[in-house]
């Protein structure tokens, strides 16, 4: 058992062997993970045949899905573990309520949930924690969940450290009603209970028990006994335990003598605790950090705080003293201890000092947050806070402070900080306010609303746009009564902020008339400063059009197909030219849906090469602009890497060359490693504007070819530049510096590599990792200069704390027999990471060697344990490169290795064997019997399909797995298998038509993966008839999530975006969680249909899963304005001509032309009646006269040029060109001077005009 392997002396391994080990081993034999989590192996062989509630599924599909929901549980609670030595209460009920969901809680699933309930919840007070336990053993046993004597041990435990209070004798009879023997940990766990209440003869009764059945005597029970008699007031029994103990054979261990260390700090003598300490320092015994803590939390709870210094002062500060004592502080502050809490925290060894950077000052944000969630009065937090600023532990304590209050919505403290804060003379923020008017928008909360702003008036700070707009007016009726109820609070109810904000408010709505009513009360300058102009590059032009494209199904391109043509015929009259990249993505788009004639249509918005070329001399014989078509040419030239052509056409045109051609062209030259001309250009660049700054890629190329040529200053001035220039350094910009440099290395360029490097550091354009210093190391190991590759590794260390390819170094040195170099690197390893470090380094090397002898002496060392990590790197690497019989021997020696997960190496082994090695699996498999090991099902899994595929017979039963359906499917399954995928679909669903004729039943889980089935393939009207079918037969048929996902994105292609809804409704009132491209889809669908109010409903709908599916905030944000554009234009044309956005306006009087072009001049005479005073009626008036041109109205187009003249507004070239060509083509004559040039000349004399308006305005 666990407990008998907390002491390495108990288990006989020699200390003095382990000295060096266990001194940088930090968290020891007694780890939080371990002594809470037993592994993964071993929980599966708690796990006794299931005999709960007769389910509908079969019982392999059963056991399947509680094997993969305990895996994922696992995982979760052993992460979080590692991690931080804790979990939370949030992590724990969310893995406990999806364990509900599935409706079937496995045994294993039950006894990891039930030992999550106890220390491992310092944030939770102790009796919630037993509640919490009681809570989930009552509902998991009622979904049938089978409880053995491993979970009453759990419980037991739980007790124990919730310090919960409970009869013993009940808890063994409730044991012998569920006809559950207890075992030997029972009784220990029992004993414990009576000697904690300090009742030795409950405890010596069961003792008594333990010996009648001669179930050994374990130092757990020693332990508890001195427990027991120090609670009594008998120390000198206590004491006399250890006496007894050496009589019975048993050496005390570090859990009696902290029992003995507890029971004299529970009386406050620290004198008594002192000599202890020296005594067992003395024996050569060892205490761990996690040991004397525990000592101050019994000083603390016995209300002796002030001895808890002189404990602090014999801290280690081992590996894992932090997450230990954060650990110990909040269990501290949840039980009413915040000030000895604080003490142990300030014992932190990595607080900064003094000439810290501010940055890093961000020590206690833990402490502060738990203080404001256990409800610490205003004046403790203000006193931690003001100690942390002044030890210079935290830069921002109180904002900090003000934050977690605002988190935790309590509203009381939020606003009293803030009082504080403007006291200090701290900056208010009005977004400080938001979270609190958050909460109160939910609840329609008017008074808490108006109570918030008024305490921010109060604070002098004033509520902005955005605040206004987005968290108060939407809680309110009407203007007028929030103005009324400000008024009434003393609150200001008349500024600009409010007004601009009521604007908004009211065009959102679609309120008109308040709009126009507000409008009259605002100045001009206030409604320009609210609304913008945007300006789109034909770049964002291109991603948009690609990315609306995709997100339509292959029915909706089909039937949109005319407004696409329209659309694209459009770009083309307005010059758009899309690049080309993205431009084949749209191509190939719709391609894969089938419109041909689409694609025709798409091809006058890409140019190729020759077309500019035609253009580009077209405009130069014209004297016109040519830059941004030269620059088009450039980079098309570049795309189809014709360096020559390229740099012919650059010369040729040097005085019209832009920035963006030049960027290409240097990237061109980088690329074919013309290196003069790649600097030349960069050189003339700058010339021209000294400003310019290429982007990151750019650089880089450069940096690449320049360090290729041997031009290393050059290289280096480049990595300066980009710090000068402040260019963006992003992830993939420093896997782009390891690649240059390990070019450079694999060149053998010494010098390269490391003046590169030391630069890239020193500029701080990366910081140094193990994969960035790698090159620092292989360009001497391909020099074949393995000492210097050693000096090289142990620089790097010293330098960055790395030690890359450490593992390669000490192949070389052991192949090449250099003892000497060999224990300089053993020597350095132990001395910085330490002596266990130095062992798993040293055998991996002896292994990979074939130096197998030596490699099982080091595996052997006493007090070595296992490191999963490090196991699987090597197994990873063995089966990478094809090792089996150094991973044979590897799973071989690790046998007795302590805490080493037996069944993860050898499915490492299996992996292997998996290429037909059929021989070599039986073999593993036989000996994993041997071994006596407990396979997970993805292991017995494996070892059936190698075994199968080679026309073996399984000598077990295989776990039953439910493979995905054709929604999962690769996507390179030819056409063929996809077919005969088909066929197989169509024939089961012919035989359960057949079965139901006949009244025959299936099981739920065949209906559900028919229907699922049928989903994959579209067929929605045939999966919900064996829907209805299966809810006939089988009483609560419903569809579990991922089927009822699937019926929602059918739903969703089909157009059926009501019944869409209606699934959605009906999954999350089941409590099932729907998968989030479900949700996406069904969202983007309701956008393109401008359905505003059904996609506000999915998204309160969806509101608590948002973040546990996934679903970014954005994707409601981008689809509601999507909606907006899909809107009838009307409503989004009035809002733009109140706010004055003229070009906004126009631009949307064009798409209506084009959109509904018989009908558009009667819907703009309507909007100039009920806007007669729009600010630019020449507009107005010229996209009606086009109105008329498309409808051949000659009438109506000779009266609108009459009206112009009576209201002198000024006819310009195009439209006066556009009424000529419309009257001669109705045969009447033109009552004026005709504009000689041709219609195209007109528009792009007016594209050009505006061009230059907007440039000089920017």
């Not at 509902?139 to 409880?147: E, F, I, N, P, R």
């Not at 070389?812 to 020597?827: W, Y």
């Not at 409704?1065 to 309701?1086: C, F, G, N, T």
């Amino acid at each position: 058992m666990l407990e008998q392997q907390t002491f390495t002396k108990s288990a006989g391994v020699n200390s003095s062997v382990l000295a060096g080990v266990l001194s940088c081993q930090q968290s020891g034999c007694r780890s939080l993970g371990v002594e809470v989590f037993l592994s993964a192996g071993e929980l599966f062989a708690i796990a006794p045949h299931q005999k709960g509630k007769v389910q509908e599924e079969p019982v392999l599909s059963v056991q399947n899905k509680q094997a993969q929901h305990f895996d994922w549980a696992l995982n979760k609670l052993d992460s979080s573990v590692r991690r931080t030595g804790r979990i939370t209460r949030t992590l724990l009920l969310r893995i406990f309520h999806d364990m509900c969901r599935t409706g079937y809680p496995s045994s294993n699933q039950a006894l990891l949930l039930l030992r999550s309930c106890g220390s491992l919840l310092p944030e939770v007070p102790l009796c919630e924690r037993t509640e919490l336990a009681h809570m989930i053993w009552g509902k998991l046993q009622d979904l049938g969940a089978v409880y053995d004597a491993s979970h009453y041990n759990a419980l037991l435990k739980v007790y124990l450290q919730n310090e919960h209070k409970f009869s013993p004798t009940e808890f063994l009879s409730k044991m012998e009603e569920a006809n559950v023997q207890p075992n030997r940990v029972t009784y220990q766990r029992l004993i414990a209970a009576y000697c904690n209440e300090g009742d030795i003869e409950g405890a010596s009764k069961i003792l008594g028990f333990m010996k009648m059945k001669e179930l050994p005597i374990t130092e757990a029970v020693f332990s508890s006994l001195v427990t027991g008699h120090a609670r009594t007031g008998d120390m000198e029994n206590a004491e006399n335990i250890f006496s007894v103990m050496r009589d019975a054979g048993i050496e005390p261990g570090p859990d009696t003598y902290l029992a003995l260390l507890n029971a004299y700090a529970e009386k406050g003598d620290i004198n008594s605790v002192k000599q202890i300490l020296e005594k067992i320092e003395k024996m050569e015994g060892y205490l761990m950090d996690r040991d004397l803590l525990q000592v101050i939390y019994s000083l603390a709870k016995a209300g002796y705080p002030q001895y808890v210094p002189d404990i602090l002062s014999q801290m280690r500060y081992e590996r894992g003293y932090i997450p230990d004592a954060m650990n110990l502080s909040l269990n501290l502050i949840t039980q009413g201890l915040e000030d000895t809490a604080f003490q142990v925290f300030k014992s932190f060894p990595t607080l900064p000092s003094e000439n810290h950077s501010e940055t890093s000052m961000d020590y206690g944000n833990f402490f502060l947050q738990h203080c404001v969630h256990m409800d610490k009065p205003l004046s403790k937090l203000k006193q931690f806070c003001d100690e942390l600023k002044e030890a210079n532990m935290h830069s921002s304590p109180l904002q900090f402070t003000l934050y977690c209050a605002l988190e935790s919505k309590k509203a009381a403290l939020a606003i009293n900080l803030m009082k504080t804060m403007k006291e200090e003379g701290l900056p208010l923020r009005p977004h400080y306010s938001w979270p609190l008017l958050v909460g109160y928008q939910k609840e329609k909360n008017v008074q808490g609303t108006i109570g918030v702003l008024k305490a921010m008036h109060e604070l002098g700070v004033e509520p902005d746009v955005e605040t206004y707009t987005n968290y108060v007016l939407t809680n309110f009726d009407d203007i007028q009564t929030f103005r009324a109820l400000l008024q009434e609070n003393g609150c200001p109810f008349e500024t600009e902020g409010l007004s601009v904000a009521a604007l908004r408010h009211e065009a959102i709505y679609g309120t008109l008339e308040n709009v126009l009513s507000l409008c009259k009360y605002l100045q001009f300058s206030v409604i320009l400063v609210e609304c913008f102009l945007l300006f789109f590059s034909t770049e964002a032009v291109g991603y948009f059009l690609y990315n609306l494209i995709d997100s339509m199904s292959d029915s909706e391109v089909q039937a949109k197909e005319e407004h696409l043509r329209q659309y694209f015929h459009q770009l083309k009259k307005m010059n758009v030219v899309i690049p080309t990249n993205i431009y084949r993505g749209i191509r190939n788009l719709l391609a894969a849906y089938h419109v041909p004639e689409l694609i025709k249509v798409c091809g006058y918005i890409n140019t190729e090469v020759s077309a500019l070329e035609e253009e580009l001399e077209k405009l130069k014989a014209e004297k016109q602009p040519i830059g941004n078509v030269l620059k088009q040419l450039i980079v098309a030239l570049c795309a189809e890497e014709n360096m020559q052509k390229a740099l012919e056409v650059k010369a040729k045109y040097e005085p019209d060359m832009v920035v963006g051609g030049y960027a290409a062209l240097i990237n061109l030259c980088c690329r074919h490693d013309n290196v003069e001309d790649a600097m030349n250009l960069k050189e003339e660049v700058f010339r021209k504007d000294s400003s310019v700054a290429l982007d990151t890629n750019k650089y880089l190329a450069l940096v690449k070819v320049l360090g290729k040529h041997g031009r290393l200053e050059d290289a280096i001035n480049i990595l300066k530049e980009i710090k000068e220039k402040d260019i963006p350094i992003k992830d993939t910009t420093v896997t782009s510096f390891f690649h240059i440099l390990n070019a450079a290395a694999m060149r053998g360029e010494v010098e390269t590599v490391n003046r590169l490097h030391e630069s890239i550091l020193t500029l701080g354009l990366a910081k140094p990792s193990t994969n960035l210093c790698t090159p620092l190391i292989t360009v001497h190991l391909e020099k074949d200069d393995v000492p210097s590759a050693l000096e090289a590794t142990i620089d790097c260390y010293k330098k960055y704390g790395k030690m890359p390819r450490l593992h390669d170094i000490l192949c070389r040195l052991i192949e090449q027999g250099n003892t000497e170099l060999l224990q300089k690197a053993m020597d350095f390893v132990s001395q910085e990471r330490g002596e266990m470090m130095m062992l798993y380094d040293i055998f991996f090397a002896f292994l990979n060697t074939g130096k197998y002898k030596e490699a099982k002496k080091i595996i052997e060392t006493p007090g070595l344990r296992a490191r999963p990590g490090s196991l699987q790197w090597f197994a990873e690497k063995c089966i990478a490169t094809n090792q089996m019989e150094t991973l044979e021997n590897m799973v071989e020696m690790t046998q007795k290795l302590f805490e080493c997960d037996r069944d993860e190496m050898y499915y490492y082994l299996l992996k292997l064997c998996s290429n037909n090695d059929w021989r070599k699996a039986e073999a593993t498999w036989t000996k994993m019997q041997e071994e006596n090991v407990i396979p997970r099902a993805r292991t017995l899994r494996l070892l059936a399909d190698t075994l199968k595929n080679n026309g073996q017979e399984v000598p077990f039963d295989v776990p039953e797995v439910i493979y995905v359906n054709a929604l999962y499917m690769p996507l390179q399954c030819n056409v063929t298998s996809q077919l005969f995928f088909f066929i197989l679909i169509v024939e089961a669903y012919n035989i359960l038509l057949e079965a139901q004729k006949k009244d025959i039943m299936f099981p739920a889980s065949a209906y559900s993966t028919l229907i699922k089935a049928l989903l994959a393939e579209g067929c929605l009207e045939e999966a919900l008839k064996v829907k209805n079918i299966a809810e006939t037969h089988i009483k609560g048929f419903t569809l579990n999530d991922a089927a009822s996902s699937l019926l929602i994105i059918t739903q969703v292609r089909r157009d059926y975006l009501k019944d869409a809804i209606s699934t959605l409704k009906k999954v999350l009132e089941s409590d099932m969680v729907p998968m989030s491209l479900a949700v996406i889809r069904l969202i983007q669908a309701l956008a393109m249909k401008g359905d505003l109010e059904s996609i506000c409903t999915v998204e309160k709908m969806v509101e608590n899963l948002a973040t546990s599916i996934g679903l970014s905030r954005m994707l409601f944000v981008n689809n509601t304005v999507l909606a907006h554009i899909k809107k009838p234009a009307t409503d989004l044309f009035l809002q733009y001509v109140d706010a004055g956005r003229v070009d906004d306006a126009r631009f949307l009087l064009q798409v209506i032309i084009y959109q509904e072009r018989n009908s558009s001049g009667q819907k703009i005479k309507t909007l100039l009646d009920l806007v007669p005073d729009f600010p630019d009626m020449k507009i107005v008036y010229s996209y009606l006269l086009k109105c008329h041109a498309l409808d051949n109205d000659v009438v109506s187009a000779k009266t609108l040029f009459e009206k112009m003249k009576s209201e002198n507004i000024h006819t310009d070239e195009i439209f006066l060109k556009r009424l000529a060509v419309l009257l001669k083509n109705a045969g009447e004559p033109v009552p004026f001077t005709e504009p000689p040039e041709s219609f195209h000349f007109y528009v792009n004399k007016l594209t050009q005009e505006r061009q230059e308006i907007s440039s000089h305005a920017e």
